[in-house]
């Protein structure tokens, strides 16, 4: 049987990073806190990553290859409402996977150009992605808003899906991490980012909508 190779230590840095940022926010971490933590000097941290940017960086480069696979829309048809469903609840499941990115968002952004640059791309793409949507779900006659309402409702899905975790961060910090916690605020997050179109859909989209909305209110409710 084969052996599964060993990571890298350039792997496992990025691995061990993720998680201490995840669970300590980046500014808390330092690297001579990443290199005790794997038990190698800083001199042997410092021969694979310049800085703790470039750290941060490379985190980023995995994310943004990450999340540029996933902002796309469906190929040869028009998308409906389970794929918007199903596009945010993967969309929340990456962001929690790299979510010091957004929980310390506003203090990397201050501080680190790239980040400033390549997030605010993200951020343009996502709404793209949001407003592509909103306009298949109108074409087929799903959603009933302006060229302007469609607009809005991109933006402000973006922005609440963005902020989310930060403000469920500030609801419950001691529970942040648990995995129950983690579970109910994702299912929460993709509620009340679809929740904003709700009122804009029409028949049978406007029903699935309801029964949607009913099993994720009693995910997160435990009944």
């Given at each position: ?11 496992r840095i990025?691995?061990l990073?993720?998680r201490?940022f ?6 808390n ?11 190698i000097?800083p ?8 800085n703790k940017?470039?750290?941060?960086n ?17 190929e040869?048809?028009r998308?409906n ?9 993967s969309?929340?499941?990456l962001?929690w ?12 952004l201050?501080?680190?150009?790239k ?7 993200i ?7 949001a407003?592509?949507l909103c306009?298949d779900l109108?074409?087929?006659g799903?959603?009933?808003?302006s060229?302007a309402e469609i607009g809005?409702l ?10 989310w975790?930060s403000?469920?961060y ?8 648990e995995q ?5 605020a ?6 009340q980012v679809?929740?904003q ?12 909508f309801q ?5 994720y209110?009693k ?5």
């Open positions: 049987m084969l052996q599964k190779a060993p990571r890298r230590t350039r792997e990025l691995e990073s993720l201490l995840n669970e300590f926010g980046e500014p971490i330092t690297t001579t806190v990443i290199a005790e933590e794997m038990n000097s001199g042997n941290l410092y021969y694979h990553f310049r940017d470039d750290i941060v490379s985190i980023f480069a995995q994310f943004e290859a990450e999340i540029g696979r996933m902002l796309i829309v469906p040869g048809r998308s409402l389970e794929d918007v469903w199903f596009y945010l609840h969309m929340f499941e962001v996977r790299y979510r010091f990115f957004y929980r310390d968002l506003n203090d990397l201050s501080r680190n150009r980040l400033e640059l390549h997030f605010k791309e951020l343009n793409h996502k709404i793209r992605v407003r592509e306009e109108r074409s087929e799903s959603l009933e808003a060229d809005a991109a933006t402000n899905m973006v922005v609440v899906a963005t902020y975790l403000y469920e500030v609801r419950n910090p001691r529970k942040y991490s129950q916690s983690m579970s109910e994702l299912a929460r997050g993709c509620y679809l929740s179109i709700g009122p804009c859909l029409r028949g049978d989209t406007r029903l699935l029964k949607l909305s009913e099993e209110l995910k997160i409710s435990g009944k």
